[in-house]
């Protein structure tokens, strides 16, 4: 490892407003892998905000990237409207059954408070600890689900794309209260001290949604959401495809667009020198198989294609890397970053 | 005449027109004397060409999951004139393993029911364990599981051993985004097939038990 001169806000920051910085950054999106550092299972892991905040640390010490992530599973968020959270020893906590059984039950719905759940309480513990630790040095990510994209959690995604064609009302109805609640539970993490929220919006992903109909419907809910909140924020495609949508999502706003494996982080920045940073790309699932030789060809390709272009942070697809995901290859993208990621060095 | 009319059913299905997809079923149906191909034929080509196409990134899920659910709507209202030619009697079970999500096993039966198979279910968030106990049971020819997470697509792993463990013979064919981002995730997990999306899947029924097509 070279010695830094930049800390990784300012590393993060520069990046984000096109000024010159000492390498590309890097966002390593680690969740569960805490458990792993502390040898306990996840869903104890999970319980308490002292392990991952612990396990954070341990995880930024050891690959030296550019984030601690503040909010680690998006599943809980369902806690808050009745549904159940259910674990697992390898992956990612996941939701249960979806709480909305039909689409008569949106019309008495309301947005709920989280103050008194647990796992909220605990995101916030656990951002505000993070804040403790590092200051200002170091950029903690919050996170929420989009509104738009919630209701796949909150009734499945059968209904809700039937919910999206065939019922407008409803459809409306829940909007607003999910435009509420986010932007509610969003701002709860940027008090904590979260230094900017990823919203997580599959569904602005032409994979998902045809681009006219998120224009239509999902655009504005996300401009309504964006408005209400106080501090900066992302817009992650969740490993869906953004070159059909990502002129429009740079409309919005957002200081950073978390793109897929199958967009061109060229072409995209490229296509408009106005347009946010991008997050991505890497493949986490594939990075499972790779070996660190592979991996890190794979990092130096990507930094050859774009490291002069500016306005990148190199990370994953999705905003989470797998479970199985092997230390070896962590490294080996820590590794080739500080190699060939540097900006004076070549 | 097929590929054409192949077109018209893909078209009428892109923009949801009910009435069109319905009459286009009914004249194929009632003209299926002086026809080469079925209607469920018919149905499946255009169901496939919605698959091939979000595959590509050319559509999106939204509309493949709005075609099938249009195809479901019609064939019930007109049920008593649609009747797959072929009926096939294998035993075929589909499963969610582990995960909570169900929407491609949705439609993956739903298009094979169209096809012409008899499909059971054995539902969503079952463990590895509690399968075993029921394909002991039933022993059926043909497991086809979903997963959407991918701890859990490997968990397919640890079952298809098991079966080898206690001899038991059912062919498994597995998909999900998983499969879909790793291409070489199913043949790692030790199944028997896979497909892309719900509608390729038939392909690899038929080829894997041996049925004409
Ligand atoms: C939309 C989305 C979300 C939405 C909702 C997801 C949901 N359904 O619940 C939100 C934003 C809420 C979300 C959240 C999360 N997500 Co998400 N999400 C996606 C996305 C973009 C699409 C998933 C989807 O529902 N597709 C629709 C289904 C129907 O598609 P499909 O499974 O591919 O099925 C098609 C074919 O594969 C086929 N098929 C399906 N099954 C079968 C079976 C057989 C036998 C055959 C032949 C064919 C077949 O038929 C279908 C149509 O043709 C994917 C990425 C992607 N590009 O796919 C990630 C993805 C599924 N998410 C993922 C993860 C990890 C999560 C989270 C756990 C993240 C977190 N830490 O909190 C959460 C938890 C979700 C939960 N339910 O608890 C991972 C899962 C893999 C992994 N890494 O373990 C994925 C794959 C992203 C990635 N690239 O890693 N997500």
Same mark, same amino acid.
């Given at each position: 490892?070279?010695?830094?001169?930049?800390?990784?806000?300012?590393?993060?920051?520069?990046?984000?407003?096109?000024?010159?910085?000492?390498?590309?950054?890097?966002?390593?999106?680690?969740?569960?892998?805490?458990?792993?550092?502390?040898?306990?299972?996840?869903?104890?892991?999970?319980?308490?905000?002292?392990?991952?905040?612990?396990?954070?640390?341990?995880?930024?010490?050891?690959?030296?990237?550019?984030?601690?992530?503040?909010?680690?599973?998006?599943?809980?968020?369902?806690?808050?409207?009745?549904?159940?959270?259910?674990?697992?020893?390898?992956?990612?906590?996941?939701?249960?059954?979806?709480?909305?059984?039909?689409?008569?039950?949106?019309?008495?719905?309301?947005?709920?408070?989280?103050?008194?759940?647990?796992?909220?309480?605990?995101?916030?513990?656990?951002?505000?600890?993070?804040?403790?630790?590092?200051?200002?040095?170091?950029?903690?990510?919050?996170?929420?689900?989009?509104?738009?994209?919630?209701?796949?959690?909150?009734?499945?995604?059968?209904?809700?794309?039937?919910?999206?064609?065939?019922?407008?009302?409803?459809?409306?109805?829940?909007?607003?209260?999910?435009?509420?609640?986010?932007?509610?539970?969003?701002?709860?993490?940027?008090?904590?001290?979260?230094?900017?929220?990823?919203?997580?919006?599959?569904?602005?992903?032409?994979?998902?949604?045809?681009?006219?109909?998120?224009?239509?419907?999902?655009?504005?809910?996300?401009?309504?959401?964006?408005?209400?909140?106080?501090?900066?924020?992302?817009?992650?495609?969740?490993?869906?495809?953004?070159?059909?949508?990502?002129?429009?999502?740079?409309?919005?706003?957002?200081?950073?667009?978390?793109?897929?494996?199958?967009?061109?982080?060229?072409?995209?920045?490229?296509?408009?020198?106005?347009?946010?940073?991008?997050?991505?790309?890497?493949?986490?699932?594939?990075?499972?198989?790779?070996?660190?030789?592979?991996?890190?060809?794979?990092?130096?390709?990507?930094?050859?294609?774009?490291?002069?272009?500016?306005?990148?942070?190199?990370?994953?697809?999705?905003?989470?890397?797998?479970?199985?995901?092997?230390?070896?290859?962590?490294?080996?993208?820590?590794?080739?970053?500080?190699?060939?990621?540097?900006?004076?060095?070549? | 005449?097929?590929?054409?009319?192949?077109?018209?059913?893909?078209?009428? &299905?892109?923009?949801?027109?009910?009435?069109?997809?319905?009459?286009?079923?009914?004249?194929?149906?009632?003209?299926?004397?002086?026809?080469?191909?079925?209607?469920?034929?018919?149905?499946?080509?255009?169901?496939?060409?919605?698959?091939?196409?979000?595959?590509?990134?050319?559509?999106?899920?939204?509309?493949?999951?709005?075609?099938?659910?249009?195809?479901?709507?019609?064939?019930?209202?007109?049920?008593?004139?649609?009747?797959?030619?072929?009926?096939?009697?294998?035993?075929?079970?589909?499963?969610?393993?582990?995960?909570?999500?169900?929407?491609?096993?949705? &439609?993956?039966?739903?298009?094979?029911?169209?096809?012409?198979?008899?499909?059971?279910?054995?539902?969503?968030?079952?463990?590895?364990?509690?399968?075993?106990?029921?394909?002991?049971?039933?022993?059926?020819?043909?497991?086809?599981?979903?997963?959407? &997470?991918?701890?859990?697509?490997?968990?397919?792993?640890?079952?298809?051993?098991?079966?080898?463990?206690?001899?038991?013979?059912?062919?498994?064919?597995?998909?999900?985004?998983?499969?879909?981002?790793?291409?070489?995730?199913?043949?790692?997990?030790?199944?028997?097939?896979?497909?892309?999306?719900?509608?390729?899947?038939?392909?690899?029924?038929?080829?894997?038990?041996?049925?004409?097509?």
């Amino acid at each position: 490892m070279k010695q830094d001169t930049l800390t990784s806000m300012d590393r993060i920051v520069g990046t984000l407003q096109q000024k010159e910085v000492d390498r590309v950054p890097f966002i390593l999106t680690l969740t569960h892998h805490g458990a792993i550092e502390l040898g306990i299972s996840i869903e104890d892991y999970y319980k308490s905000p002292e392990n991952v905040i612990k396990g954070q640390i341990l995880l930024q010490e050891k690959y030296q990237d550019d984030a601690v992530m503040g909010a680690n599973f998006f599943a809980m968020e369902i806690e808050g409207w009745g549904g159940d959270v259910v674990y697992t020893k390898d992956g990612p906590p996941n939701t249960g059954r979806p709480p909305i059984r039909d689409f008569e039950m949106i019309n008495s719905l309301e947005s709920p408070s989280f103050d008194h759940l647990p796992s909220y309480q605990n995101t916030l513990d656990i951002i505000a600890g993070l804040k403790e630790h590092f200051g200002s040095s170091m950029p903690i990510v919050g996170g929420v689900l989009a509104p738009f994209s919630l209701p796949v959690v909150q009734m499945g995604f059968d209904k809700y794309i039937e919910l999206i064609y065939e019922h407008p009302d409803e459809f409306k109805k829940l909007m607003e209260l999910n435009i509420e609640y986010s932007s509610k539970w969003a701002n709860a993490q940027t008090k904590a001290g979260a230094t900017f929220i990823v919203s997580f919006d599959p569904l602005a992903s032409s994979d998902m949604i045809p681009r006219d109909i998120f224009l239509d419907k999902g655009f504005p809910v996300a401009e309504r959401t964006f408005q209400k909140m106080d501090g900066m924020y992302t817009i992650h495609l969740a490993s869906g495809r953004a070159t059909k949508t990502f002129n429009d999502l740079a409309r919005l706003k957002p200081i950073v667009i978390g793109v897929s494996t199958s967009d061109n982080v060229k072409e995209l920045l490229l296509s408009d020198d106005k347009a946010p940073a991008i997050l991505g790309n890497l493949s986490g699932i594939n990075m499972v198989k790779w070996t660190p030789e592979q991996t890190s060809q794979i990092v130096k390709d990507l930094l050859s294609d774009v490291k002069s272009l500016g306005r990148f942070i190199l990370a994953d697809n999705h905003g989470e890397i797998p479970y199985y995901v092997p230390e070896s290859n962590l490294l080996a993208i820590s590794q080739t970053i500080d190699q060939y990621g540097r900006f004076n060095t070549e | 005449m097929f590929q054409e009319l192949v077109e018209k059913l893909f078209n009428a &299905m892109l923009v949801l027109d009910y009435e069109n997809v319905k009459n286009i079923l009914l004249d194929s149906i009632n003209n299926s004397e002086n026809q080469d191909f079925t209607s469920e034929e018919l149905l499946i080509e255009s169901q496939k060409k919605f698959g091939e196409l979000w595959v590509q990134g050319d559509i999106a899920l939204s509309q493949v999951y709005m075609a099938g659910k249009i195809c479901e709507d019609v064939i019930e209202e007109i049920s008593p004139n649609f009747k797959p030619k072929n009926l096939y009697s294998e035993k075929i079970y589909t499963v969610v393993l582990e995960d909570f999500h169900i929407l491609g096993k949705k &439609m993956l039966d739903s298009i094979l029911r169209i096809a012409g198979f008899k499909i059971s279910d054995y539902g969503f968030g079952i463990s590895v364990e509690a399968l075993l106990e029921k394909l002991k049971q039933d022993n059926p020819q043909l497991l086809l599981i979903s997963t959407l &997470m991918l701890n859990s697509a490997l968990r397919v792993k640890v079952l298809v051993d098991e079966m080898k463990k206690l001899k038991l013979r059912t062919k498994v064919i597995v998909g999900g985004a998983p499969f879909n981002i790793d291409s070489d995730l199913w043949k790692n997990v030790g199944a028997d097939g896979y497909a892309p999306t719900a509608t390729k899947s038939i392909e690899v029924i038929k080829q894997l038990l041996g049925l004409q097509s």
